[in-house]
């Protein structure tokens, strides 16, 4: 059986003067504990069906968590990783592993993408939207913060001190409706149904929030990033302005403008009171846009275009989730681990 992987970079090293990573390493969550494994890495060059510049294989055990362990660059190869000149060209990377018979991929990625490379800005350049966790070498608060303004946040004024991040997992801006994942697993999939739906291998059905390495936001983001809990959700429905729209900047898609409230009085206004907010709101106004994704049963997705559905990390006898329409917005409870829902990071003022 095919099914889709989402794997965690872990580490990167890269010599800024010569402009080369020698190797990353990636992990690759499987259901197999212990268990041989044949991973094929894939590099194509400017876009997924580019020319493949780079190939290698690796002959790996998963551990007791069934998660493979490889480091892109140093597997069986005749090319030259090294040789990679990352100043030039867009690089993708696809990930095909074979466990215990059962055949696992990740659709191509983007891994790279040049912007103005100097020794300066190489290492925060590197790993971009679709990436996950990167930790350079220089492990210092500046670096870090460096790494965090790869994914765009917004300030909405809020009493926690929440930052929002301006686009879901996923998607490359604000419209875009990005990936969808299952309750307490961190990687897209093919298909949202029980017999796919198998949680992060660490999981603990006890708790009553993820771990970081449950949280996908943690996982693919890094950094600061994490899912927001209940009451993160609750707090931006309760302190912003929101206004529906069908038509996002011209983008002709469709879902909820969470503007920073200008007076108290516009504080928890929403679409469903119907209420007039004290000022005018425009998006030249602080505000994010949730996108109106809908959510994927099966492989089928359904809403969008007139729902989103958007995962936190509160457990409470079943997962809370906030849900937006032109009519309402609400968190709810519902029965909903399986499904394929979207989800908006957020992170703690710095």
Not at 131 to 144: F, G, L, R, T, W
Request: proline share 4%; net charge neutral; hydrophobic share 35%.
């Amino acid at each position: 059986m095919k099914q889709m992987l989402f794997f965690s970079l872990m580490f990167l090293s890269a010599t800024v003067d010569a402009q080369y990573i020698e190797y990353f390493n990636c992990q690759i969550p499987t259901s197999s504990s212990n268990q041989k494994a044949t991973v094929e890495v894939v590099l194509s060059q400017d876009s997924p069906e580019g020319t493949v510049v780079y190939t290698e294989t690796h002959k790996v055990k998963s551990d007791a968590d069934g998660v493979l362990n490889i480091a892109v660059g140093k597997g069986k190869t005749n090319g030259n990783f090294q040789s990679i000149d990352w100043s030039k060209h867009s690089y993708y990377a696809k990930f095909e592993a074979l466990v215990a018979g059962e055949k696992l991929s990740v659709a191509p990625m983007l891994l790279y993408e040049p912007k103005n490379i100097s020794a300066n800005n190489l290492a925060d350049s590197v790993v971009k939207e679709q990436n996950p966790i990167m930790s350079v070498a220089d492990s210092s608060i500046e670096v870090q913060k460096e790494f965090n303004r790869i994914h765009n946040y917004v300030d909405l004024g809020l009493t926690s001190g929440t930052l929002w991040a301006t686009t879901n997992i996923g998607a490359a801006n604000p419209q875009d409706y990005g990936w969808y994942f299952a309750w307490a697993e961190t990687y897209p999939k093919e298909r949202y149904d029980e017999v796919s739906y198998r949680k992060h291998p660490r999981y603990r059905t006890n708790q009553n929030k993820l771990d970081s390495i449950e949280d996908a936001a943690a996982v693919i983001w890094g950094g600061c990033w994490v899912m927001p809990t209940y009451e993160q959700q609750k707090e931006l429905m309760d302190e912003c302005y929101w206004e529906w729209t069908n038509d996002y900047n011209n983008s002709k898609v469709a879902g909820c403008i969470v503007y920073k409230a200008k007076n108290a009085q516009d504080k928890g206004l929403k679409i469903s009171k119907k209420d007039t907010p004290s000022s005018s709101y425009t998006l030249n106004d602080v505000h994010i846009f949730l996108p109106a994704a809908g959510y994927i049963s099966y492989i089928w997705p359904y809403n969008n275009g007139s729902c989103g559905y958007y995962r936190s990390s509160t457990y409470i006898s079943i997962s809370y989730s906030l849900i937006i329409s032109s009519k309402s917005v609400y968190e709810t409870n519902q029965k909903s681990n399986i499904l394929g829902y979207s989800i908006r990071p957020c992170m703690p003022r710095k």
